[in-house]
C-alpha cells in the first residue's frame, strides 16, 4: 500500500483533505498529522512515501520541517497554503507542486497525479535503520519465509516482512510471477507462459497460479 503523509494544523481542512483525496485515490492511504512534533515523536512507527504539507503549521513553517518529512529530501513534497505566495520563497526547499487554499478538486487531482507520478522511493527498514532506494532501480523482491530480498541494479537489501506489503508495486509496473516473487518489468527481457528471462541473465519460474 502506498501511503501518503497529510500534514495541517486546521483539524477541519485536514479531514475534509483526507475525505477528498480517498475519494479521488481509494487505493492510497493517508496518514493524517495536525503538527510536526507529533511527527517527530512518531518518526519511527510512520513510514509513507509521498507528503502533502500545509506550509504554516501552528508556529512551524513546513519548509522549515521539509528535512523531517522529506526524510532529507528522499520522499517527494507537494505544499499547500492560504497566504500569499509573495509572502513566502516556496522555493527554499524542493516540492512537486504547490496548491493555493482553498483548494478545489481538480487542481488536488493535479497534484497529486505529479506527486505520485514522481520519482518513487521505497523505504526498507534492515536493522535498525531506513534506506530509502528508488524504485525504478528495483529488479525484482523474493520473500524467504519472513524475509523480504530487495535485489536492485547494484545492491540487495533483507528486510523482515511479508511479500504481501509490496503488492501494490504491481500498479506502478512491476509484476507478480509467484507467491514468493515481484519483478519489475522495466527488467524483463524475455516472457513465456512458464518463466521470464531478466536482461541480466537470471530466469525466474511464474507459478501455475499467476500464469
Known amino acids: 500500500m502506498v501511503n501518503l503523509l497529510v500534514i495541517d494544523d486546521d483539524k477541519e481542512i485536514l479531514e475534509g483533505l483526507v475525505k477528498k483525496i480517498k475519494e479521488l485515490f481509494p487505493n492510497i492511504n493517508v496518514i493524517p498529522y495536525e503538527s510536526i512534533e507529533k511527527l517527530q515523536r512518531n518518526a519511527d512507527m510512520v513510514s509513507y512515501q509521498y507528503v502533502l504539507s500545509d506550509i504554516f503549521i501552528g508556529k512551524q513553517s513546513g519548509i522549515d520541517a521539509y528535512n523531517i518529512m522529506s526524510r532529507n ?28 487554499k482553498p483548494i478545489d478538486d481538480a487542481k488536488l487531482q493535479k497534484a497529486l497525479d505529479k506527486l505520485f507520478n514522481s520519482k518513487q522511493m521505497l523505504t526498507i527498514k ?8 528508488d524504485v525504478a532501480k528495483i529488479m525484482y523482491l523474493e520473500s524467504d519465509k ?15 516482512a511479508k511479500l504481501d506489503d509490496y503488492d501494490y508495486l504491481t500498479s506502478s509496473g512491476f509484476l507478480r510471477i509467484s507467491k514468493s516473487c515481484i519483478v519489475n518489468k522495466a527488467f524483463i527481457e524475455e516472457k513465456t507462459r512458464e518463466k521470464i528471462k531478466l536482461n541480466n541473465g537470471e530466469e525466474m519460474a511464474i507459478s501455475r497460479h499467476y500464469q
Open 126 to 133: 534492515t536493522s535498525g535503520r531506513e534506506s530509502y532506494v
Open 146 to 160: 519472513r524475509i523480504v530480498h530487495i535485489i536492485t541494479i547494484d545492491n540487495m537489501y533483507n528486510t523482515y
Open 73 to 100: 529530501g528522499k520522499i517527494p513534497v507537494v505544499y499547500m497554503s492560504g497566504a500569499d505566495q509573495n509572502e513566502f520563497d516556496v522555493y527554499d526547499a524542493p516540492h512537486v507542486y504547490f496548491l493555493q
